[in-house]
């Protein structure tokens, strides 16, 4: 039997009163596979993710990570797992420097009397061997996050959800607010992801960035798999055919 | 490229230690012009040891409202927490209590007050720290006037009256001879352990992530609301030992103690560089806004200029030290 997926979710289903956000979705991803997830808005994207990372409980169906069945109640749940979400919004601490909020709430520290003091050295010397390994380049691990381009801060952002044994990162429109140039830097990382043998899963809405980089691309449609289809040689046409299918 | 010094680095790092020492720079500048219109005053060491007796007590409650400023909150009620805590302070000790325990009663009632504007904000979810801190200003205030019957209550312990007035002389019997007051040394060492607190342990991290962006504090799984009720804690606990040192300057608890002290913490803060927008500011700036404010009132006194007057150039030196403040942020962001 092949090693089982990285995360199944079978049969996924989710209402909000009367309105039903997912029907009996199967979503899986494999380790080392970028899965683009993609649909309009109100599609049930985030919905899906916010079950996967325990922001919701689903009203039936059920979640295995490595092949074990698992029930989130708190993102934290997810979190030791090492499933990573990198919001939208990046959710950077800008007035701290790129060491800081790589470590935020996790921070090394060292006893020092009665005090447990930050390990700046130690902390810096991790966040630039974690950075090289991604080959993400920075004036400086010192500087305020916020004087950082977009595509730096989207950058440390990534290298945040994965400088702590990252099995699966989340990430939420990645691209949509960088240039071609920064885009493309975004892109190549999430490929290096995949070769240390990370999973990823990217929402976005820019289908020529999702087709460049997806191994598979999963189409919501209204809260329904509309379908799965090869990331490299789906063509753009279909995909967006079934974004919009079955649409008046 | 990670791990390399980016060039013009070692520029950078020089030019934003010198924009730390631009107060100290103010600061040497104030106490030149000084010696400079009033030489046979203000350079001599009972003049300076007066004005760091003088400080203390704003200088202690500025600490801790640089706590809460730095979560991007504020703290209305400290003068009254202050002034409630001097009453009970003076109250307990008429009443037989041993010194060190009034002077606990007074800090913890401090923290006490602390909490509940802590646990107005995050349990009742009042929209804004500025309703919660008004409201306990105004009750603290009443508290007190209630417990002291609106008089004052001179004589306090021996003990209290050493924290606000004594002096350390150092280097007795030579020319070199200074006296240093006892409330000067507490305010230097709370300043230590607060630049500890908030610069080299992770829960001081977290109170500059959390004014800096709150949802950045939440992603990274840290506790915000107990971080916050936290932070009103130790400013209320401070004003406690605000109130102790200015207690044992006067020797008395008077019931108007502390009336308007709120807004000179929150002047100290301000012109000590911390951001109202939260997640930025040091105790060393505002250590240094606390000793502007000390310098400008002093020199105003010896060159007896009306108290008036003096309002109005505090209100001055805010607007300046503000603007001066944005100019540099502008000039940072074309830098970059």
Same mark, same amino acid.
């Given at each position: 039997?092949?090693?089982?997926?990285?995360?199944?979710?079978?049969?996924?289903?989710?209402?909000?009163?009367?309105?039903?956000?997912?029907?009996?979705?199967?979503?899986?991803?494999?380790?080392?596979?970028?899965?683009?997830?993609?649909?309009?808005?109100?599609?049930?994207?985030?919905?899906?993710?916010?079950?996967?990372?325990?922001?919701?409980?689903?009203?039936?169906?059920?979640?295995?990570?490595?092949?074990?069945?698992?029930?989130?109640?708190?993102?934290?749940?997810?979190?030791?797992?090492?499933?990573?979400?990198?919001?939208?919004?990046?959710?950077?601490?800008?007035?701290?420097?790129?060491?800081?909020?790589?470590?935020?709430?996790?921070?090394?520290?060292?006893?020092?009397?009665?005090?447990?003091?930050?390990?700046?050295?130690?902390?810096?010397?991790?966040?630039?061997?974690?950075?090289?390994?991604?080959?993400?380049?920075?004036?400086?691990?010192?500087?305020? =996050?916020?004087?950082?381009?977009?595509?730096?801060?989207?950058?440390?952002?990534?290298?945040?959800?994965?400088?702590?044994?990252?099995?699966?990162?989340?990430?939420?429109?990645?691209?949509?607010?960088?240039?071609?140039?920064?885009?493309?830097?975004?892109?190549?990382?999430?490929?290096?992801?995949?070769?240390?043998?990370?999973?990823?899963?990217?929402?976005?809405?820019?289908?020529?960035?999702?087709?460049? =980089?997806?191994?598979?691309?999963?189409?919501?449609?209204?809260?329904?798999?509309?379908?799965?289809?090869?990331?490299?040689?789906?063509?753009?046409?279909?995909?967006?055919?079934?974004? =919009?299918?079955?649409?008046? | 490229?990670?791990?390399?010094?980016? $060039?013009?680095?070692?520029?950078?790092?020089?030019?934003?230690?010198?924009?730390?020492?631009?107060? %100290?720079?103010? /600061?040497?500048?104030?106490?030149?012009?000084?010696?400079?219109?009033?030489?046979?005053?203000? %350079?001599?060491?009972?003049?300076?040891?007066?004005?760091?007796?003088?400080?203390?007590?704003?200088?202690?409650?500025?600490?801790?409202?640089?706590?809460?400023?730095?979560?991007?909150?504020?703290?209305?009620?400290?003068?009254?927490?202050?002034?409630?805590?001097?009453? /009970? *302070?003076?109250?307990?000790?008429?009443?037989?209590?041993?010194?060190?325990?009034?002077?606990?009663?007074?800090?913890?009632?401090?923290?006490?007050?602390?909490?509940?504007?802590?646990?107005?904000?995050?349990? *009742?979810?009042? +929209?804004?720290?500025?309703?919660?801190?008004?409201?306990?200003? #105004?009750?603290?205030?009443? !508290?007190?006037?209630?417990?002291?019957?609106?008089? $004052?209550?001179?004589?306090?312990?021996?003990?209290?009256?050493?924290?606000?007035?004594?002096?350390?002389?150092?280097?007795?019997?030579? $020319?070199?001879?200074?006296?240093?007051?006892?409330?000067?040394?507490?305010?230097?060492?709370?300043?230590? /352990?607060?630049?500890?607190? %908030?610069?080299?342990?992770?829960?001081?991290?977290?109170?500059?992530?959390?004014?800096?962006? $709150?949802?950045?504090?939440?992603?990274?799984?840290?506790?915000? &609301?107990?971080?916050?009720?936290?932070?009103?804690?130790?400013?209320?606990?401070?004003?406690?030992?605000?109130?102790?040192?200015?207690?044992?300057?006067?020797?008395? !608890?008077? +019931?108007?103690?502390?009336?308007?002290?709120? *807004?000179?913490?929150?002047?100290? /803060?301000?012109?000590?560089?911390?951001?109202?927008?939260?997640?930025?500011?040091?105790?060393?700036?505002?250590?240094?806004? &606390?000793?502007?404010?000390?310098? *400008?009132? #002093?020199?105003? #006194?010896?060159?007896?200029?009306?108290?008036?007057?003096?309002?109005?150039?505090?209100?001055?030196?805010? %607007?300046?030290?503000?603007?001066?403040?944005?100019?540099?942020?502008?000039?940072?962001?074309?830098?970059?």
């Amino acid at each position: 039997m092949s090693a089982p997926a990285r995360v199944e979710m079978r049969g996924i289903t989710k209402r909000f009163g009367p309105v039903v956000a997912l029907q009996s979705v199967d979503f899986s991803v494999q380790p080392g596979e970028v899965v683009g997830l993609v649909g309009d808005n109100g599609a049930g994207k985030s919905t899906l993710m916010k079950i996967l990372t325990g922001v919701y409980r689903p009203d039936a169906g059920e979640i295995r990570f490595e092949g074990r069945q698992v029930h989130f109640s708190s993102p934290l749940d997810s979190r030791r797992l090492g499933i990573e979400m990198v919001y939208q919004d990046l959710g950077l601490a800008e007035n701290l420097d790129t060491v800081a909020n790589l470590f935020l709430g996790r921070e090394l520290t060292r006893p020092v009397w009665l005090w447990r003091l930050l390990d700046e050295p130690a902390m810096e010397r991790r966040a630039a061997e974690h950075l090289e390994a991604l080959r993400v380049e920075l004036p400086s691990l010192r500087l305020a =996050v916020e004087r950082l381009s977009g595509g730096q801060r989207q950058a440390v952002a990534i290298a945040r959800a994965t400088a702590f044994a990252a099995k699966l990162v989340i990430m939420d429109e990645p691209t949509a607010s960088l240039a071609v140039a920064e885009a493309g830097k975004v892109l190549e990382l999430i490929r290096r992801l995949r070769d240390q043998s990370v999973s990823v899963v990217l929402i976005s809405h820019r289908l020529q960035d999702v087709l460049e =980089v997806s191994d598979r691309v999963v189409v919501l449609n209204r809260g329904r798999v509309a379908g799965v289809l090869p990331g490299h040689s789906a063509r753009m046409e279909d995909v967006v055919a079934l974004i =919009v299918g079955g649409a008046a | 490229m990670v791990g390399r010094a980016a $060039p013009g680095l070692g520029w950078d790092r020089v030019r934003a230690a010198l924009a730390r020492m631009d107060l %100290l720079l103010v /600061v040497l500048l104030m106490m030149a012009v000084l010696t400079a219109l009033q030489p046979q005053f203000f %350079l001599t060491r009972e003049n300076l040891t007066n004005v760091a007796r003088q400080i203390a007590s704003n200088a202690v409650l500025a600490l801790g409202q640089l706590l809460v400023v730095v979560t991007a909150g504020i703290d209305l009620s400290v003068g009254s927490v202050m002034g409630l805590c001097m009453t /009970v *302070l003076a109250l307990a000790t008429k009443a037989g209590w041993p010194a060190l325990a009034s002077l606990a009663a007074a800090v913890a009632l401090g923290a006490g007050v602390g909490a509940a504007n802590g646990l107005a904000l995050t349990r *009742l979810h009042l +929209p804004h720290p500025f309703i919660a801190t008004l409201a306990t200003l #105004n009750v603290a205030r009443g !508290a007190t006037y209630l417990l002291s019957g609106g008089v $004052p209550i001179s004589g306090l312990s021996p003990e209290v009256r050493w924290l606000g007035s004594a002096d350390l002389t150092v280097f007795p019997g030579t $020319p070199l001879a200074t006296a240093i007051p006892i409330s000067f040394l507490v305010v230097v060492a709370l300043y230590g /352990v607060g630049t500890v607190f %908030l610069r080299r342990t992770p829960t001081g991290r977290h109170l500059y992530a959390l004014g800096g962006n $709150p949802r950045a504090a939440q992603y990274a799984g840290i506790d915000t &609301a107990r971080l916050l009720v936290l932070v009103y804690v130790l400013c209320g606990a401070l004003a406690g030992v605000a109130g102790v040192l200015l207690a044992g300057r006067v020797n008395s !608890a008077y +019931p108007t103690a502390g009336i308007g002290a709120e *807004l000179d913490s929150i002047a100290a /803060v301000i012109i000590g560089g911390a951001s109202f927008f939260g997640g930025r500011g040091t105790p060393g700036g505002v250590f240094l806004g &606390a000793v502007i404010m000390g310098l *400008l009132r #002093n020199g105003l #006194n010896l060159m007896n200029v009306s108290v008036f007057w003096q309002q109005v150039f505090i209100g001055l030196i805010i %607007l300046l030290a503000v603007y001066v403040d944005v100019l540099r942020r502008r000039a940072a962001q074309v830098e970059s």
